[in-house]
Structures are given as structure tokens and as C-alpha cells.
């Protein structure tokens, strides 16, 4: 019996030599080799890229990731980064927790491993934000080492080409993936495979309207042959996101900088820099009903911002200017923050945008 029977799929026998020379001829001719992380492909490179890369679009990471290899060129300039300093250089790019675990694996790999990362994939996962995937990457595109790959452009190809029904994160159905991947991942040219696997699914087997013509695998895809494109891979149940309120405090000071607190390291915009926040419901926060008086406080524009799993409804509040600063007593918490961004610090990515838009109405 193959391997991905026993968990349910629906796959036909399996030809992995022409599954994987298709795939090589095409990424010979059209795969992507001018990808800024593809010109010095070393361990280092590729973790920072793939980190980055996890639910973030390749043209969205590109100038992140060209402006943080410029700030930190080695893992050793890394490792002795401050968290601010990552953090400000990750804000926009979103699910900051990838952020704090970087600087958290460089340090590992600085401490335990003389700054080199391991070539065992076992290991490799057992760094902070690594998961089977992103070691899999890393091992096979800068280690040359055989292992395979499921990110989401993979299982797009992978669930059409051999029409297997089910969400993909579903236990049975992620297990069986996994065990096709493995049987897939030729012995040689790995790097290029998984290159071109990638490649495959960003750029020919995209989500919508995807370019079947320019496919290596069109003759021997079922989705395809079954005109049945559009059900594979199968969407998780979508649910009604619920809405939550918050309201954030504006404070300016006559020089023009705003108070803003460090969040907590746990929680949404983990160590980030925000405006203090209270309830909606709530008659004052007790933040701000120690340190601040609300008597001429303006309402501004809400702005919405949306995360995975809620809509936060953002309730700005602008206090009269003033000049004193917060109790200090706990340090680090409180920072008076200028417009124009000077200031290089991590900022949650809606409250970037309120500040920009308070540095423009300033102006004018």
C-alpha cells in the first residue's frame, strides 16, 4: 500500500521520475532566479526570507527584506540586535511573534551552534519559529539536503494535481500530504525542485485563474482533466468574524511627539510600540485618569483594522496637548514618540497609519 492511502487520499499511481522532470524542465525554463534571497542562497539568507515569506506575498517581502539584510548582513549582527531594532525594521509586514522569534533563533544558533545553523532537520525545528516547512527549505535551497516542503503554494499544486479533496490542515489530509511530498523530493537538483515547486504555485497554479496552459503538469492533472479547478484545495469553513472596540488615547505634546506605550511581549503586537488604550465602555482608563485629564478631548475617525480571526474597531481620542511626562516607574513602558517616524522603534501597523495621518493634518 503507498504511504497516503492509509490516511484517505485519493491518489493515483504514483510516476515521481515524470512528476519531477516535468517540474525541472519547467523551472529551467521559467522558474524565478533573480529573487534577492536567490543571489548569495546562504542558510542565513534563506531562514530570513522564508520567515518572511510565511503568509506574506513575495512582492510585499522584498524591500523588507532587502532593507533588513542591508541593517543586518550576518546571524551575528543579528544576535546582538536590540528587539526594538527588529521590530522597527518588521513594522507593516505583520504577525510580529515571526519577528521576536527571528532574534530569538539567531541567538540560539550564535549560542549553541557557533553561529552556523545546523544541517539536521531535526534540530532546525527545534528553532524558535521554524516548523517542518520552513527547515525543509532551508535545508533543501541553501543546504542542498534532501527534504521535503508543504508551504500553502505547494499543497495548492499538490491538491490539484492529484485532485485530493479536504482542507489541507485537516489532520489526515496534512499527514498524507506530507507523506506525497516526501515521496516526491527527488535525490538530486533538490535545491531546484523545491525552487521550482514554489515557483510553480506563486506563479502558473495561483488561487484564482490559474495558467493552466503554462503548466508542466496540465495532462496529468486530475483537477484539471475533471474540469474541477476551482475545488481544490478545499477552503477551510469560513466563520463570521466577530467585532471588538478599542479606544487609543492621542497625547502630544507641544513638540509635536505623540506618548505611546510598549505592549506586553505576549499578546497581539507583541512588544510593539502603541497608544495607551482603554474600553469603550469604560468612563476613563485608570492610565489615564492617573496621568491625564480628558476635559477637551476630540473623538477622530475610526479605523478598522482586521486580523485572522476578529475586526478591532479603533476609537482615536485626542487629549489637549501636555508636557509631562508618566510615572517612570516602569522603565522602558513609556516613550514620546516623533511624527515624522525619526524615531526607529516597532510600531503596531494601524497605529503607524494614525500617526502618519496626525504628522499630516499637523502640517497643514
Known amino acids: 500500500m503507498l504511504p497516503w492511502r492509509r490516511y484517505g487520499l485519493n491518489v493515483p499511481k504514483l510516476d515521481a521520475t515524470d512528476f519531477v522532470n516535468r517540474v525541472l524542465a519547467w523551472f529551467e525554463q521559467h522558474g524565478r532566479n533573480s529573487l ?4 548569495d542562497p546562504s542558510p542565513y539568507r534563506v531562514w530570513v526570507s522564508e520567515i518572511m515569506l510565511q503568509q506574506t506575498q513575495v512582492q510585499t517581502v522584498i524591500p523588507y527584506f532587502n532593507c533588513f539584510t542591508d541593517k543586518f548582513p550576518t546571524l ?3 544576535a546582538k540586535a536590540t528587539e526594538d531594532e527588529v521590530l522597527h525594521l518588521w513594522t507593516g509586514l505583520g504577525y ?7 532574534l530569538k533563533a539567531a541567538r540560539q544558533v550564535s549560542r549553541d551552534y557557533q553561529g552556523r545553523f545546523p544541517r539536521d532537520i531535526q534540530l532546525l525545528q527545534e528553532l524558535p519559529g521554524i516548523g ?3 527547515a525543509g527549505a532551508i535545508a533543501s535551497l541553501s543546504m542542498d539536503l534532501r527534504a521535503p516542503i508543504l508551504d500553502g503554494n505547494v499543497k495548492r499544486v499538490l491538491t490539484r494535481c492529484f485532485a485530493i479533496a479536504g482542507w489541507p490542515e485537516q489532520g489526515k489530509i496534512n499527514t498524507g500530504l506530507w507523506q506525497l511530498a516526501e515521496q516526491l523530493t527527488p535525490h538530486r537538483q533538490v535545491a531546484d525542485y ?3 515547486m514554489m515557483d510553480l504555485g506563486a506563479t502558473v497554479c495561483i488561487s484564482t485563474n ?7 503538469l496540465q495532462n496529468r492533472c ?4 475533471q474540469n474541477e479547478i476551482e475545488l481544490y484545495p478545499s477552503r477551510k469553513p469560513k466563520k463570521a468574524l466577530p467585532t471588538k472596540s478599542v479606544v487609543m488615547y492621542i497625547l502630544l505634546n507641544s513638540t509635536g511627539s505623540v506618548l505611546l506605550e510598549k505592549r506586553p511581549p505576549s499578546g497581539i503586537w507583541g512588544s510593539l510600540y502603541s497608544l495607551p488604550e482603554g474600553q469603550p465602555q469604560a468612563r476613563v482608563a485608570s492610565l489615564m485618569n492617573q496621568h491625564f485629564p480628558l476635559t477637551g478631548a476630540r473623538r477622530l475617525a475610526s479605523v478598522r483594522h482586521t486580523f485572522s480571526h476578529y475586526h478591532l474597531d479603533i476609537i482615536p481620542l485626542q487629549l489637549p496637548e501636555q508636557d509631562c511626562l508618566p510615572s517612570k516607574t516602569e522603565n522602558g513602558r513609556w516613550l514620546w514618540y516623533p511624527l515624522d517616524h525619526s ?3 516597532g510600531l503596531a501597523a494601524p497605529v503607524k497609519k494614525l500617526l502618519s495621518i496626525l504628522d499630516q493634518n499637523r502640517n497643514h
Open 36 to 39: 534577492p534571497w536567490q543571489q
Open 76 to 78: 551575528e549582527s543579528l
Open 96 to 102: 510580529y511573534a515571526r519577528a521576536r522569534n527571528l
Open 132 to 134: 517542518r516547512s520552513t
Open 194 to 196: 523545491t525552487q521550482a
Open 210 to 216: 490559474p495558467h493552466c496552459t503554462r503548466c508542466p
Open 222 to 225: 486530475r483537477a484539471r482533466t
Open 343 to 345: 524615531h526607529a522603534v
